[in-house]
């Protein structure tokens, strides 16, 4: 379960924190529960950018995510990149700390994405050993997100038993990116429902949705997690269905290509809020107030 | 069954070598989706990084020598904003740039800009503060960690400022040994060109070193009075702290 001392409101809605929106989330607070930012983009020894971030940290609560620890890498972490994570999850004390189910570190070299792996239980082994590491190292629970797949592997264990096994060995909780999971049955062909029915989705400690788009040019046609674009209608579906079990869990919308005005993003917060499961016996007081 | 490793192995290479590699892995539908992200990724940081570089390029041979250098070198970590340390290099041995060298320059600029401004933070040395100090020959420095020295084959502050305020081209000044000073004031970040005695006593203190001995270390190189004005400048631009401990 997730520590007491990093609790959001009930339901949160939270959104990227960007370059480009730092000024004017400084100068006036905006309407939204929390701000994520991608671990390595504030990896800074000083300057104004850091400067920057305390004032951001000083008026919205956040959450970190990294991209690249790398924790599905056969390789053993790279510790300087650990105590950099370490460093930056002990100054901000965020609300949530979340990595991926991916690798993209080998042999010195880094792969600059969330590459896919195959499941097994050497796999889990590798990276059930890398989350102990790490959470021993942050002194707290790390969140896991799914991947979104555009390939298929030889897995000897799904996806969703390989989570629920990572999560029972190593205390983890998950990021379920809703996106991601729509994405990998889209082009993999498998069913959404049973995916998400097995996941152990009392371990889901937070929300991911975004956008997407579709290459139409490859053989077959495959959804691309580009988060450049609103979240889609079926992605909206099923999180109005998740959240109809899992009421509280904070959601955020992530945007990383073609990033909006701050008010458009803010919108598309708005708009989760519509879709959470809790606004169906909301007061229309409550649903007008968080558009 | 391979082991993780080796799969990983193979993986890698066939993003990097396209068909080579574990052909099974390198041609499977939706490989491409991932080589497309690291070689994409990877340029568009390249282009982050260098606009001004871009810019006197020309977006399309800026992305030919960009998606060559994402071929022949990876990042070694996954913050982006160092990637790049090498590309100047990797333009300067282009024979085609030969003529250009000034491009290599504003390319240089740029990476020390950028390392500069996510430098750590640190008290400038003045020239009060040292005057203060009980035996200011034995006051330990060393360079400020937001700044850097970069080596120009030209003259291109003109040409610099042209850039940062948007245009696209400006004269480019005499070819020679010009040295530079970067230097992170707030939120800017300053440049500076210097003499040969400032760029010798910076380098001098680039490891921690008492005042005295760095001093005397660029003498042999210099007269007093250049070591004396070398000092001075490096105190006025706030390119020098006082380091927390002397060297054994």
Redesign the interface.
């Known amino acids: 379960m997730l520590m007491d001392a990093h609790r959001l409101p009930r339901a949160a809605q939270g959104i990227g924190l960007k370059p480009q929106h730092m000024t004017e989330l400084i100068a006036e607070r905006a309407d939204i529960d929390f701000l994520e930012l991608h671990a390595e983009n504030h990896m800074s020894a000083g300057g104004p950018m850091r400067d920057d971030l305390a004032a951001i940290a000083a008026r919205y609560p956040l959450s970190v995510h990294g991209v690249g620890l790398s924790l599905g890498s056969a390789e053993p972490l790279d510790d300087q990149h650990l105590a950099r994570l370490v460093h930056l999850v002990d100054e901000l004390n965020p609300v949530r700390v979340s990595e991926h189910l991916a690798w993209s570190r080998l042999e010195g070299d880094f792969y600059n994405d969330l590459l896919p792996l195959p499941l097994s239980e050497e796999s889990l082994e590798v990276v059930a050993r890398h989350v102990d590491t790490t959470q021993q190292a942050l002194g707290r629970q790390l969140l896991v997100e799914n991947p979104s797949l555009y390939m298929a592997l030889d897995n000897t264990l799904s996806e969703a038993d390989f989570l629920t096994e990572l999560v029972r060995r190593t205390g983890c909780g998950l990021l379920l990116d809703i996106n991601n999971a729509y994405i990998s049955a889209e082009n993999l062909g498998r069913d959404l429902s049973d995916y998400l029915s097995a996941l152990p989705l009392s371990a889901v400690g937070e929300f991911h949705l975004a956008g997407h788009s579709l290459d139409t040019e490859a053989t077959p046609p495959l959804r691309i997690d580009d988060h450049g674009s609103p979240v889609c209608e079926a992605v909206w579906q099923r999180y109005a269905q998740l959240t109809d079990t899992l009421p509280a869990v904070p959601t955020l919308i992530e945007w990383d290509t073609r990033i909006p005005s701050l008010p458009r993003w803010l919108e598309e917060a708005a708009l989760a809020r519509r879709y959470h499961a809790s606004a169906a016996t909301a007061p229309l007081a409550c649903l007008e107030s968080a558009s | ?1 391979t ?3 080796e ?3 193979d ?2 290479r066939a ?1 990097q070598f396209g068909e080579a590699g574990d052909s099974r892995l390198g041609h ?7 080589r497309n ?2 070689r994409h ?2 340029i568009e ?1 390249l282009a982050q990084t260098f606009p001004h570089t871009r810019t006197l390029l020309g977006e399309r041979f800026f992305r030919s020598v960009a998606s060559d250098h994402v071929r022949q070198r ?8 160092y990637y790049g340390q090498a590309f100047a290099e990797a333009l300067e041995r282009l024979t085609v740039m030969q003529d250009y060298r000034y491009v290599v320059d504003i390319c240089r600029l740029e990476h020390a800009r950028l390392s500069v ?6 008290a400038p040395l003045s020239a009060d503060l040292l005057g203060q100090a009980e035996d200011p020959q034995a006051v330990c420095c060393m360079t400020h ?2 700044s850097r020295l970069v080596e120009g084959f030209h003259d291109v502050l003109g040409l610099w400022h042209a850039l940062e305020r948007g245009e696209d081209h400006a004269p480019v000044g005499a070819a020679g040994d010009w040295p530079w000073l970067l230097i ?1 004031l ?2 800017r970040v300053e440049i500076h060109p210097v003499n040969p005695s400032t760029r010798r006593l910076y380098q001098t203190l680039a490891t921690p070193t008492p005042l005295g001995e760095a001093l005397a270390t660029s003498a042999r190189q210099a007269d007093q009075a250049q070591v004396s004005e070398a000092l001075g400048t490096l105190l006025a631009l706030g390119c020098l702290t006082q380091a927390q401990e002397t060297p054994a």
């Open positions: 069954m082991s993780l490793a799969w990983q192995r993986f890698a993003l499977q539908p939706g490989f491409d989706v991932y992200n690291v990724s990877l940081a990876l990042p070694e970590e996954p913050r982006l904003r401004s996510h430098a750590a933070d640190a960690p937001a992170r707030g939120r």
